[in-house]
């Protein structure tokens, strides 16, 4: 997780000496010292905010596990399921694994993931983002707008009760994941949606919707 490299006692020392020399050079107009000095905290607040978001790591599999839970061959055995729904049915399927998305919540880490690899055909808006915060003992199955219909709230939240969550807590996270994929193209598969492969280019961003369990 990016941090920055000062502490934030140290930030606010330096503001707060800033302010008092501020303060002295002003003399008359101590209201405006005060606004500055407001100002210089919420830009402080603000920078270590953003300095302190889970990184999106880079598209490179279908299957990206950055807490080492899966062996290569588990992962292998996901992403090649995934990868020929994707040939045969054209949506996209993406499984991301992190320790935590802490200081975020789960459902917006998702979804700047999502905005960033843009999973699944533009045209048609079929990607499926499945996120795994291990540490957190959170799961999220965001999904585009395209496939909304297929899989709602309501049919998310079965996948994670029926599928992962019995999974996880036996400790068997490639099973749960295995079992989730397969619900999830089973209900993709009742679209009727045009076939051909992935290209990329699905959005999700305001007309995603998801379920965190």
Not at 25 to 35: T, V
């Given at each position: 997780?990016?941090?920055?490299?000062?502490?934030?006692?140290?930030?606010?020392?330096?503001?707060?000496?800033?302010?008092?020399?501020?303060?002295?050079?002003?003399?008359?107009?101590?209201?405006?010292?005060?606004?500055?000095?407001?100002?210089?905290?919420?830009?402080?607040?603000?920078?270590?905010?953003?300095?302190?978001?889970?990184?999106?790591?880079?598209?490179?599999?279908?299957?990206?596990?950055?807490?080492?839970?899966?062996?290569?061959?588990?992962?292998?055995?996901?992403?090649?399921?995934?990868?020929?729904?994707?040939?045969?049915?054209?949506?996209?399927?993406?499984?991301?694994?992190?320790?935590?998305?802490q200081p975020e919540e789960i459902s917006g880490y998702a979804?700047?993931?999502?905005?960033?690899?843009?999973?699944?055909?533009?045209?048609?808006?079929?990607?499926?983002?499945?996120?795994?915060?291990?540490?957190?003992?959170?799961?999220?199955?965001?999904?585009?707008k395209s496939l909304e219909g297929a899989i709602p709230d309501?049919?998310?939240?079965?996948?994670?009760?029926?599928?992962?969550?019995?999974?996880?807590?036996?400790?068997?996270?490639?099973?749960?994941?295995?079992?989730?994929?397969?619900?999830?193209?089973?209900?993709?598969?009742?679209?009727?949606?045009?076939?051909?492969?992935?290209?990329?280019g699905g959005s999700f961003g305001d007309n995603s919707q998801?379920?965190?369990?």
């Amino acid at each position: 997780m990016t941090r920055l490299m000062v502490h934030l006692s140290d930030v606010t020392e330096l503001l707060f000496n800033s302010f008092m020399r501020l303060r002295t050079g002003l003399g008359r107009a101590p209201q405006f010292a005060y606004l500055i000095l407001a100002a210089l905290l919420a830009l402080a607040s603000a920078t270590v905010g953003v300095a302190d978001v889970l990184p999106i790591p880079a598209l490179a599999t279908r299957v990206i596990d950055q807490t080492g839970t899966l062996t290569p061959a588990q992962t292998a055995e996901i992403d090649q399921k995934l990868a020929t729904f994707e040939r045969t049915k054209g949506s996209q399927i993406v499984v991301l694994m992190v320790p935590t998305t802490q200081p975020e919540e789960i459902s917006g880490y998702a979804n700047r993931v999502g905005n960033a690899w843009k999973i699944g055909r533009k045209a048609e808006g079929d990607g499926v983002l499945l996120i795994v915060a291990k540490n957190d003992r959170r799961v999220r199955i965001e999904v585009a707008k395209s496939l909304e219909g297929a899989i709602p709230d309501l049919a998310a939240k079965q996948i994670i009760d029926s599928a992962i969550t019995p999974n996880f807590k036996a400790g068997n996270f490639a099973a749960g994941i295995s079992a989730a994929s397969d619900l999830i193209m089973a209900r993709i598969a009742t679209e009727g949606l045009p076939g051909g492969e992935s290209s990329g280019g699905g959005s999700f961003g305001d007309n995603s919707q998801g379920r965190t369990h």
